[in-house]
């Protein structure tokens, strides 16, 4: 397929297909039985005991309409927040879809949150019920106690038992779907109430909640079409938890709304397990992944060598979470015949440029501006700037449907980002002369060493392109004669050992890829590098490690 891109943009209107009233609940299950999708399997649940179970339109309809007259009936009411702490469950979806179809607000959270990460988004969000498992309860019990309009504890255990969610005064999650009415619709909302927050990592200050609106399904319709490529009958997945906005983006809100086969994968706590997803391809024929780069990498080392894994459903893949690397992309396109499409956004407005299906595809690029999205690179002062200069990333508002509506309860926070009509990212990028976008880092990240500001990024994609490399991550480190130099962070592939002959080899190797003043310094092998719960490395740790290890202990008095 051939796009004529410049067509596109003229025509489209990101508007044009979003109502006045909407409610997501009932637009994504009973929306889908009326238009003939009631049997189709809506998800394909499997977990690392290989547990299974599938569900269709029809019984996500009937039980997230008895789970939202439960939720009633206990009292919580529109515009009501809900926390989910949940794994990759079916129950996710069943709950959130509830939620929404009162008119209620879900949260989604990571399960690697400590009691302390639950607490403040209790707190801070005013939720008045979470739900989780035996498992995950504990931290909700030990927040529960300074968060006082924390009403209801709902825990599962399996539809039809109350085992181990009896004490305590939990709510049964088995009990509510049993003892819950299929006769409940839904709330008459209107697009643009509030669906759902979505918390930010906070790698620099507090987390953010990022507020959604009901409309979040159908806003990133050209995204769906023209990034994801979702076709009819396609079979999709991430393997990532749903705590984070990625997953629960593509493979629950799009995925859905696209009446498509969703593959839920639930490790249990444990990592990515590549051989088990290159053996979940074959099983459930997945047709549609998106994921990381590192797991791209993952699924690569699974596979190569291998020929009991079949990839012949799988027919398009997108990277996002972090750039993507040319030689990654080229090899992704070797091992599995697939061109992965990368692209670049955020919590508060997800991916807003992207490499276009049926457009060029330029190594290494972010892409262009999705249709309909305005996109300027601005300075400081909120000035353009030229092609080829670095720019902050900014989104006009009102070109795009699908951007927040605020933070919550953070007025001060909101006016930072909102600056007139435009959505200031903090993703530092340049133009070139075909309009491609080209990921420079963060604001915060940007480094200065040696009188040069330089991109860790940059620097990180020439470290994962040596085959020793397997992850990276480039900070500004002290140095005494050259006041700050760029330090990598490296984890080696299996089979390399640390070694210094290998990080001198390495860092040839960066010089021969870029500017010499680019190259690493400093080198250091790690087992693994810090990252938040949604997988982004924390550079921030990384640099005050380095900065603590020049400050003068003080003396003992």
């Known amino acids: 397929m051939v796009l004529d891109y410049k067509a596109l943009c003229k025509t489209w209107d990101p508007w044009r297909s979003i109502p006045e009233r909407f409610n997501l609940g009932h637009a994504l299950t009973t929306g889908q039985v009326e238009a003939g999708h009631g049997d189709t399997p809506a998800l394909f649940w499997e977990n690392c005991r290989q547990e299974s179970r599938m569900f269709t339109y029809r019984q996500l309809d009937a ?51 400590r009691s302390h990460e639950v607490e403040y988004r209790l707190r801070d969000s005013g939720a008045v019920a979470a739900i989780t498992t035996p498992e995950l309860v504990e931290a909700v019990d030990q927040a529960s106690g300074n968060c006082p309009k924390l009403r209801s504890v709902i825990v599962t255990d399996g539809w039809g038992s109350d085992r181990g969610a009896t004490s305590r005064s939990y709510v049964a999650f088995g009990s509510m ?18 669906g759902f927050i979505a ?29 994801h490529d979702y076709r009819p009958r396609d079979i999709v997945a991430c393997p990532a ?54 797991i791209y990498r993952m699924l690569m080392a699974a596979a ?48 807003y440029c992207f490499n276009t299906e049926g457009v060029k595809l330029k190594a290494g690029s972010c892409g262009l501006a999705g249709p309909g999205t305005v996109i300027e690179l ?62 420079q880092g963060r604001c915060d990240d940007v480094m200065k060493a040696s009188g040069y500001r330089i991109s860790p990024f940059e620097v990180e994609s020439g470290l994962v392109s040596h085959p020793a490399v397997l992850e990276a991550a480039a900070v500004e480190s002290p140095d005494p004669m050259r006041g700050l130099v760029v330090k990598a962070f490296i984890v080696l592939r299996q089979g390399f050992c640390p070694s210094e002959a290998l990080a001198h080899e ?52």
């Open 63 to 113: 039980l997230s309409r008895r789970f939202a007259s439960s939720l009633g009936r206990m009292g919580i009411k529109k515009g009501d927040r809900v926390f989910l702490r949940l794994p990759n469950l079916p129950e996710f979806y069943i709950a959130a879809l509830g939620i929404s179809r009162i008119g209620g607000i879900f949260i989604p959270s990571s399960t690697q949150f």
């Open 378 to 439: 601005m300075d400081e002062e909120m000035n353009p700037v030229g092609t080829g200069e670095e720019g902050v990333l900014c989104v006009r508002r009102d070109s795009h449907p699908g951007m927040m509506k605020e933070y919550w309860n953070k007025p001060d926070q909101t006016a930072e980002v909102f600056r007139g009509d435009w959505f200031y990212s903090g993703d530092v990028l340049k133009r070139d002369e075909d309009g491609y976008f080209w990921f």
């Open 241 to 294: 938890e749903m705590g984070w906005l990625l997953p629960v983006a593509s493979t629950f809100l799009y995925a859905l709304a696209k009446g498509l086969s969703v593959v839920l994968y639930d490790a249990h706590g444990g990592k990515f397990d590549p051989q088990r997803w290159c053996g979940l391809f074959k099983k459930y024929g997945i047709t549609n992944f998106t994921a990381p780069p590192t």
């Open 199 to 227: 918390y930010t990592s906070g790698t620099t200050a507090d987390p953010k909640g990022v507020v959604h609106f009901q409309r979040y399904p159908i806003a990133y319709e050209g995204l769906v079409r023209y990034w």
């Open 304 to 351: 190569e060598g291998s020929q009991k894994f079949d990839f012949g459903t799988w027919r398009h893949a997108v990277s996002a979470g972090e750039p993507l690397p040319p030689d990654t992309l080229a090899a992704i396109q070797e091992h599995f015949g697939v061109l992965p499409r990368d692209g670049i956004g955020m919590t508060e407005c997800m991916v």
């Open 506 to 557: 390495i860092q040839e190797f960066v010089k021969s890829q870029m500017a010499p003043y680019k190259y690493p310094r400093k080198v250091e092998f790690v087992m693994s590098l810090p990252k938040t719960p949604s997988g982004k490395i924390r550079r921030r740790e990384l640099r005050e490690k380095e900065r603590d290890k020049l400050r003068p202990i003080s003396p003992i008095s």
């Open 177 to 194: 779907i049993d003892q819950g009415s299929e006769s409940f619709d839904h709330e008459d909302t209107r697009s643009d109430d509030i």
